[in-house]
């Protein structure tokens, strides 16, 4: 392909043909911000090259922060939560440093799982969506359920005769979410298209977890004992336990409020 070069054109038809190549080369960002650069540019007395380095580093930082929009909302999370907004003041008993080391995500990276364990209100769920953001942020593939929703799906799936694809589609995404895991009791035939997920992903790519009962408990959710253990097994071998605690601080926050507004 030639490139015809274009001499002496006027400010007004540089300022088209910038706009036009923009569109062309599919450069939205530096369509929409090379007039303020470009004053910027003359005002400091850049060199070429470095305006040429601040047009596409501004497309680059767009792109990134476009893909990383993208990731979250494929992720499905109900709503916004992040490390910034988790009150650690009002949870003494999880560990800031462990919460910051695992928002790395070098755990998803090696395909690990993570589990959060702990009564309603302490902060589990927040995690959870959380540490998922920062998974989809950093360019991990993330999706988010409810294990309800998800074993309601998986049966669905078994009775329309598409198990293994749905199976095959949650096992590519490099991190699954599963919140409120242990809320409500499974019967035999939902806990093993469930286990059936866990395995298709073990070892392979990271499963991380919500749940208000220890798993010890989990025999009212998974009733047959073989079953339960092995899901078990599935969920700790070579992953992260972090434990919220029993006391919500939902509850404490509220009551605070209730004695604020009475007083």
Known sequence: MTVQRH???????????VEQACRMLRLPTIRSQFPDITEAATR??????AYLAELLLAECDDRSR??????????????????????FDANSTIDPAVIHTLAACEWVKKGQPLCLIGDSGTGKSHLLIALGTEAAMKGYRVKYTL????????VEAADDMVLNKTIARYGRV???CIDELGYMELDRRGAELLFQVLTEREEKNSLAIASNDSFSGWT???????????IVDRLTFGGNIIETGTDSYRLAQTRARQGVISS
Request: aromatic fraction near 6%; hydrophobic fraction near 35%.
């Open 7 to 17: 001499r002496g054109l006027t400010e007004q038809a540089a300022q088209t043909a």
């Open 174 to 176: 490099d991190l699954l």
């Open 220 to 230: 009212k959710t998974f009733t047959d004992p073989r079953l339960c253990a092995a």
């Open 44 to 49: 400091e007395q850049m060199s070429y090259q």
């Open 66 to 87: 476009r893909r990383s929009e993208r990731r979250i909302k494929a992720a499905s999370f109900p709503r916004d939560k992040s490390l910034r907004t988790f009150d």
């Open 147 to 154: 294990a309800t929703k998800l074993v309601n799906e998986l």
